[in-house]
């Protein structure tokens, strides 16, 4: 199983970005995907997940409303959809192969290398 994400870049605030996240070796089984974020010196946030099976998500209080996640399972890839950035929102950002509940996601040993977000005041 192999994850990569991409599309992160440096934006002004109040600009957007799509983060995508490409899948291979999920063949023929139900998944779950989250995204999750990282900032320096801050702890990991899971900000969302979608599931395969039905395509439920979550997505975190803290970015609801200016985030959307979704999915195209023909291309093999997840997108995080972000608008309205801030500069609170400049962190890595990684999907990973989560569990997806509605209220949570939590992440599983499979994880990409990450994009770099950079927002500017």
């Known amino acids: 199983v192999q994850l990569v994400e991409s599309g992160g870049g440096l934006v002004q605030a109040g600009g957007s970005l799509r983060l995508s996240c490409a899948i291979s070796?999920?063949?023929?089984?139900?998944?779950?995907i989250g995204w999750f974020r990282q900032a320096p010196g801050k702890e990991r946030e899971g900000i969302s997940c979608i599931n395969s099976v039905d395509s439920s998500t979550y997505v975190a209080d803290s970015v609801k409303d200016r985030f959307t996640i979704f999915s195209n399972s023909a291309q093999n890839t997840v997108y995080l959809q972000m608008n309205n950035l801030k500069p609170d929102d400049t962190a890595t950002y990684y999907c990973?192969?989560?569990?997806?509940?509605?209220?949570?996601?939590?992440?599983?040993?499979?994880w990409g290398p990450g994009t770099l977000v950079n927002v500017s005041s």
């Open positions: 990973a192969a989560a569990t997806c509940w509605p209220n949570y996601v939590d992440a599983m040993d499979v």
């Open positions: 070796g999920f063949a023929g089984v139900d998944y779950a």
